[in-house]
């Protein structure tokens, strides 16, 4: 009996997996993509109204967004958003760009943000752009890219958070 109860202490650490670290954040998917989305009821305001408030947000957050689209009896806007995240005290730091959408009827809007991209910044990582999806899967199956993931991640998910927060006051607190 103490031979099987050594040979179990000595076989319990190989049998027994390392539990990965939780998300540092909950990052919102949809289709296997980064995808943020609000929908917000500004009431008495008309579409036009809201649209032109928003309108005006992603002109003023982001210069290079798009050009205001109509469709049918509500509007859309579509932009691409960008922001940058710092990672460490070396400075080193993320571009992240991405999609917005905002589809606006009466008293209304959907802000959508998606399709998320992410350029590192820092000595000894290629600078090209590369889906932030496929980084965020590997980091939730305990495969980091790098030290900085966690860094990134909750940054990411604070400064989308933070836009959507400022769209919903530039329309409704015009």
């Not at 460490?88 to 943000?113: C, E, M, R």
Request: aromatic content about 14%; proline content about 6%.
């Amino acid at each position: 009996m103490k031979k099987l109860t050594l040979l179990l202490l000595v076989l319990a650490p190989l049998l027994v997996r390392a539990q990965k670290e939780a998300p540092p954040v909950p990052i919102p998917m949809k289709n296997n993509l980064v995808w943020y989305e609000k929908n917000d009821t500004v009431p008495g305001l008309s579409a036009d109204s809201i649209a032109a408030r928003a309108a005006r947000w992603l002109h003023d957050s982001f210069p290079e967004a798009n050009e205001t689209l109509k469709i049918s009896s509500s509007e859309y806007l579509q932009g691409t958003g960008s922001f940058r995240v710092t990672t460490s005290d070396d400075g080193h730091y993320y571009w992240l760009k991405f999609i917005i959408d905002i589809v606006v009827t009466p008293n209304k809007y959907t802000a959508q943000f998606y399709q998320y991209y992410e350029k590192p910044v820092e000595p000894g990582i290629t600078n090209d752009w590369s889906k932030i999806g496929y980084r965020w899967w590997d980091y939730c199956q305990g495969k980091p890219w790098s030290v900085e993931d966690k860094t990134l991640f909750r940054g990411l998910h604070t400064q989308s958070l933070a836009l959507l927060e400022s769209l919903h006051h530039a329309v409704a607190d015009y």
